[in-house]
């Protein structure tokens, strides 16, 4: 079955990098866009990054453009987020997820918790 498994958050201080992964497994990875969504508790998801299945092209959203990058190795069946020049607000529960062929999620991690504070 597909396994989509978050690792890498942590607690990190403002300014700092991070580095996330997401293994993925039970499906064709390489054949698949992918993508990062975060979650505050208690407020509703936020995305963040799409990749296409080869990685030619990536998306990400205003609030982290220029300061967070997508990436994928597709014979490691592997998902990145590099994350740099973190700050408070970025602080969330990230997933990575399988876009579907309606172009919206359908299969999710567990998540890994990043926590920006000093």
């Known amino acids: 079955q597909v396994q989509l498994v978050e690792s890498g958050g942590g607690l990190v201080q403002p300014g700092g990098p991070l580095r996330l992964s997401c293994a993925a497994s039970?499906?064709?990875?390489?054949?698949?866009?992918m993508t990062w969504v975060r979650q505050v508790p208690g407020k509703g998801p936020e995305w963040v990054a799409i990749?296409?299945?080869?990685?030619?092209?990536?998306k990400h959203a205003d609030s982290v453009k220029g300061r967070f990058a997508i990436s994928r190795d597709n014979a490691k069946n592997t998902l990145h987020l590099q994350m740099n020049s973190l700050k408070p607000e970025d602080t969330a529960l990230y997933y990575c997820?399988?876009?579907?062929?309606?172009?919206?999620?359908?299969?999710w991690g567990k998540g890994t918790l990043v926590t920006v504070s000093s």
């Open positions: 990749i296409s299945a080869s990685g030619a092209d990536t």
């Open positions: 039970g499906f064709t990875f390489a054949n698949s866009y």
């Open positions: 997820a399988r876009v579907g062929d309606d172009d919206l999620p359908d299969y």
